[in-house]
């Protein structure tokens, strides 16, 4: 379509995008917002007008718009959206649009709308295509690609793409966190400057998976909220900005290293996507990536295998009585993949030595690992195996023979980690290495599923000898190991582990079939590091396990109803010696195995819905059916309330006119102990009652002990 036309109404998936040109300049987005319904031209020509802000003292002479790119020659004042040099000069851009197309591709099930924008800057001598994607499921994702077209190195030091949020957003939401605490909720005011949230450990415990700006006290169910995610597994960064012209954006792209991109002449970099999603809410917001994540081709289709790792279990001490007892409880309770972790290969005992010889240990597996395999395919159980390929340990052969295939910088060793180092996989010899060593283990042995591990922050990455800034690359070797491992095993699912929920993000899922959320199994932490991973995933993609009755992390105690029925809504999984168990134990665990099976369809293919219940103490959040003919309900009890009973509690996400029958659902229907006397007075008996009535009124909670919590099946009559 020719440029002429100056304004765009994408609409799909109740999600407008507006987007103006004015002239030759770089587009700006009016509105990202919900649909605004079909619009004629003369009101999108008045929409354009009266979004246009007055002159005011003390200024530039001139309007100046945010665009997607922001640029300091537009008069910018805040963040540019593109910066770098070509030897000191051409560090501020001034863009001509050349073209910009709006397609609609015919038929196509991953994209409803796309824009493509071609603009050179003559001066500077470079050229920019930048990409909008808007999706069946109104997600919105963009991508920039810059391209050196004159003479000389251009420096690139960060390409950022931008999106406006409404003056109503008057609070910021990101995530941090750390290893055994990852996706910790964080809020503030949305005030004038800049909330920056980098990651420069190429995984992201501490990173934010969302960076979201919405209404003062925006909640699941309530406010207006925007957000922006960074489809990166590498260095990424993300910003919330309000400037004293009264613009407020969200923007984000990958964090680039001194030096990582110089572009000589002819030469592309291509950043990530930049997804963003907004909702009245963060149910809705979130319940856009994920109908975006289901729809796409590669999503795991099968039911999800309730799976055993032997991790906590055995940890190093590989025994093959041992795990195939292990193997054989697991059968009985219902397991349906077993996943032997680290410690299989060289010399690896523990920690310290063996990481990257990628050989079956002759000395603990005598006869390889074909007995155990055979013992758990027999028993009907897929095979998994841990790996951790970006990694090695000093004491190891590999290290020894190639101590040069490290990232290091400056001709030093970087500060060691969980007795390791990174092998740079930008290096062909080494990437060479691991590839024929993890192809060559997984054409032996009929393994079903890998865990993909990934132990350390990445410090001072620099390729060897020169010392070069290398995430970028590096992520890019990661990314195409994980393809061509995937290319040769077809039917092989991968789990992204990074010492637990460290890399999480929608690049690494592209290739990959699941995170693991947390190495901490302790379930009162994981309500909370699940539901702040659940922003960006649906519950089929987090792996969660049954952990043993004292957590291995947190040294707490739960009962196995609580650690059992937080696990339950995710891809359930046992990380426990449950040969251990007492039969009570057995039975019960089994039980639970079995509900999670029975419906696991609703789980694995509903709306994911939170209750805003106004006391801290309670936690109330569920899967509501796509048909909302069937839900399924957590209540959860955290802490001790300070009123007891505590009330009613709301059921969000039903359908308004149709009838649900109510009642507790097995095995998580237990409600008694110390904190009351007995259920909710109606328990024993199922509730007949409309959807309008259980979110406008709701249903008696139980009296539950701390730490404590109960299920409700809802469906419809």
């Not at 990380?575 to 079995?594: C, F, G, I, M």
Request: overall charge negative; glycine content about 10%.
């Amino acid at each position: 379509m020719s440029i002429a036309a100056t304004v765009h109404h994408l609409r799909a998936g109740g999600t407008s995008v507006v987007l103006a040109t004015t002239g030759t300049a770089l587009p700006q987005v009016l509105h990202w917002g919900p649909d605004l319904g079909d619009l004629e031209d003369d009101v999108l020509a008045d929409l354009v007008r009266v979004s246009a802000p007055p002159l005011v003292s003390g200024q530039a002479d001139v309007v100046v718009p945010l665009a997607l790119l922001p640029e300091h020659s537009s008069g910018w004042m805040g963040t540019p959206g593109l910066t770098g040099h070509r030897a000191g000069t051409d560090f501020s851009t001034a863009f001509t649009v050349r073209s910009l197309e709006v397609e609609d591709p015919a038929g196509a099930d991953d994209v409803a709308v796309r824009v493509r924008v071609l603009a050179t800057d003559d001066a500077a001598g470079l050229g920019v295509v930048i990409v909008l994607e808007l999706l069946p499921s109104g997600l919105l994702r963009m991508r920039a690609s810059l391209t050196n077209e004159a003479p000389g190195v251009f420096d690139l030091a960060s390409l950022d793409l931008a999106l406006p949020v409404p003056r109503s957003a008057a609070e910021v939401l990101d995530l941090t966190g750390r290893h055994l605490r990852e996706r910790a909720v964080q809020r503030h005011d949305f005030t004038l400057g800049t909330h920056l949230r980098e990651s420069r450990r190429a995984r992201g415990h501490d990173a934010s998976l969302v960076l979201a700006a919405g209404a003062a006290g925006f909640g699941h169910r309530s406010g207006e909220v925007h957000a922006v995610h960074v489809a990166w597994s590498g260095n990424t960064r993300c910003y919330a900005e309000r400037t004293n012209l009264g613009s407020s954006m969200l923007a984000g792209g990958e964090l680039l290293l001194a030096g990582e991109i110089r572009l000589a002449e002819g030469e592309t970099y291509t950043g990530p996507w930049v997804y963003a999603s907004h909702g009245r809410g963060l149910d809705e917001l979130a319940g856009r990536f994920h109908r975006f994540l289901r729809a796409r081709p590669e999503h795991p289709r099968p039911p999800r295998p309730v799976t055993l790792n032997v991790w906590e279990a055995v940890y190093f001490e590989h025994d093959l009585a041992r795990l195939r007892e292990l193997a054989d409880v697991a059968a009985a309770l219902g397991v349906e993949r077993y996943v032997l972790d680290d410690g299989w290969f060289a010399s690896r005992r523990d920690d310290t030595s063996g990481l990257g010889d990628w050989y079956v240990s002759p000395d603990v597996w005598p006869q390889g690992l074909d007995p155990l395999i055979d013992h758990v395919h027999a028993l009907g159980m897929q095979f998994g195996l841990w790996f951790e390929p970006e990694m090695v340990n000093p004491d190891s052969e590999l290290y020894r023979a190639h101590p040069d295939w490290i990232l290091s910088a400056g001709g030093r060793v970087p500060v060691p980690a969980r007795h390791q180092q990174v092998l740079d996989l930008a290096n062909p010899d080494a990437y060479d290495h691991v590839r024929t060593r993890l192809l060559a283990v997984l054409a032996e042995y009929a393994v079903d599923y890998v865990k993909w591990d990934y132990n350390r922050d990445v410090v001072e990455p620099g390729h060897q000898p020169t010392g070069r800034a290398g995430v970028h690359e590096q992520t890019l070797a990661v990314y195409r190991l994980l393809e061509e491992v995937r290319a040769a095993h077809p039917g092989l699912e991968i789990e992204s582990c990074a010492g637990g929920g460290g890399r999480a993000d929608l690049g690494i899922l592209a290739r990959t079939d699941r995170v693991w959320a947390s190495d901490c199994i302790d379930p009162l932490e994981r309500q909370l590091i699940e539901a702040g991973t659940r922003l960006l995933l649906p519950p089929e993609l987090i792996g969660s396990h049954v952990g043993s009755p004292v957590s291995h992390t947190t040294g707490r105690a739960h009962s196995l109803d609580l650690r059992a029925g937080t696990a339950f809504f995710s891809h359930l999984g046992i990380e426990w010696d449950v040969t251990t168990a007492s039969p009570p134990e057995r039975e019960r665990l089994a039980q639970w195995v079995a509900a999670h099976k029975r419906h696991r369809h609703l789980l694995h293919t509903g709306t994911v819905v939170h209750a805003d219940d106004h006391d801290p103490s309670l936690w109330v959040h569920g899967v509501v059916a796509q048909d909302r003919r069937e839900a399924i309900f957590a209540v959860v009890q955290v802490r001790t309330p300070v009123a007891s009973p505590v009330g009613r509690v709301r059921l969000p996400g039903l359908a308004d006119d149709l009838t649900y029958r109510v009642a507790p659902l097995p095995p998580g229907d237990v409600t008694t102990g110390r904190a009351g006397h007995g259920p909710a007075p109606w328990w024993d008996e199922p509730a007949v009652l409309t959807g309008w009535v259980l979110a406008a009124v709701g249903v008696q909670a139980p009296v539950l002990n701390p730490e404590q919590l109960v299920l409700l099946h809802l469906t419809a009559t």
